[in-house]
């Protein structure tokens, strides 16, 4: 805007200028211009006549407002223009405190007249501009404040809604006992499509995990209870044994026949209490991740030898094979595989009748070894096929029991197949019940 009004303010001055040196302009005295040789132009208008020989007698003035009047400029002042003129382009003289855009032309008859108007109205117009920019400026970051502050708040309310799901989150006691997190961010606040429904969208699924883990936690420490419970019970009863036979062998000393049963039974009890705890340490072992031995174990030898000695030991079981033509090898611990077989032939032989038919398959795929431990018994009741692979867990008496087993044998068959990077699972029905245990190759 500057521009636009020097550049119109510069064709003024260039307008007086022509019209203070046109041919109509009869210059009469070279000391002080007359009325005639200043009415044609602008009141306020800066003149200075000087002859062109002798700037040194430069006359100048101010037009008033009628025109017909000059305020004579010092000599002081007068030369200050003079000096300072610009024959080419019109530029800015500061003369008695007002500025000035000023040109100067030379006379044909050899007088040179300086022309200039005042920048007051361009300054005022500016000054103005500048006042009316700055308020409107104002009033505009203010209006944005006050709705971008609303806006925010508005778009931001849903996340007050998140945050409120947190705190109260916050407030629940997490430590302890049976503890579920019921509070969710609404559904309308998860929309995957803006920022808040994105967090809102997480904190739900993080809920959602921490909620899994306190139930994971819980049925966690549920199960150390019933595992010492169950170990617990488990030892008392060979110990209560081993109390009472002492007790007898020592109110008895004298009577061979009732120590010698009294020894034979704590023996019994004592290598019962061993197997068991032997069994409870190789859980522990395998739950706390310690590394087993790797070596090529030839499998299909490993369940020829098991189901031998099933043989030996339950004659009256029909014991069947279903192996491949070539060998199955894996690479694993062989004592503990055999362990699995062998817990799995026992489970068979005492937990089904006399005349059942057990048959034992391997098979390979492409990154898989398969065994299969099949019976046609009575079957697994529902509730017990569902805990089959947890410690403690025994078969009832639609299963005959043959030995008083603590209930660790499938447990072990899952903790060696998990630690060998594979699982154990059953399926069971009335006739037909399968054990199968997949090992990586």
Known sequence: MRGILSDRLDGQVSDALRRATGPSMAVRSPDVPTPEETNRLLPGSLVVIMPTTQP?????????????????????????????????????IKVN??????????????????????????????????????????????????????LVRRQLQPLHAVAEAAREVATQDLSTGETTISTRVPDELTDDETEVGQVGAAL????????????????????????VADASHELRTPLSTI?????????????????????????????????????????????????????????????????????????????????????VTVTGDAARLHQVVTNLLNNARNHTPAGTTVTVRVSTGDDEVRIEVHDDGPGLPEDIAYAAFERFTRGDSSRTRASGGAGLGLSLVSAIATAHGGTAEVVSQPGDTTFVVRLPR
């Open 56 to 92: 040194s007698s430069a006359v100048g003035g101010i037009v008033q407002e009628d025109t017909d009047s000059l305020t004579d400029l010092s000599t002081s002042s007068t030369q200050r223009v003079v000096a300072v003129a610009d024959r080419r382009t019109p530029h800015s």
């Open 97 to 150: 405190g007002t500025t000035y855009r000023v040109l100067q032309d030379d006379d044909p008859r050899g007088y040179t007249f300086i022309v200039g108007l005042p920048t007051d109205d361009n300054d005022n117009t500016l000054a103005s501009l500048i006042s009316t920019f700055a308020l409107l400026t104002l009033l505009g970051v203010g209006i944005a404040g006050v709705a971008g502050t609303w």
């Open 204 to 227: 739900n699924t993080l809920l959602d995990h921490v909620d899994g883990a306190l139930a994971a936690r819980h049925r966690s420490e549920q199960q150390v209870r019933q595992f």
């Open 243 to 327: 109390h009472g036979y002492a007790e007898l062998s020592r109110r008895t000393p004298e009577d061979p026949e009732v120590l010698g049963t009294a020894l034979n039974k704590v023996e019994t009890e004592a290598g019962r209490m061993s197997a068991l705890v032997e069994d409870l340490l190789l859980l522990a072992r395998l739950d706390s991740g310690r590394p087993l031995v790797r070596e090529e174990v030839d499998l299909t030898r490993l369940l020829l030898e098991a189901v031998a000695d099933a043989r030996v030991l339950a004659p009256d079981h029909h014991w069947r094979f279903g192996l491949p033509d070539e060998p």
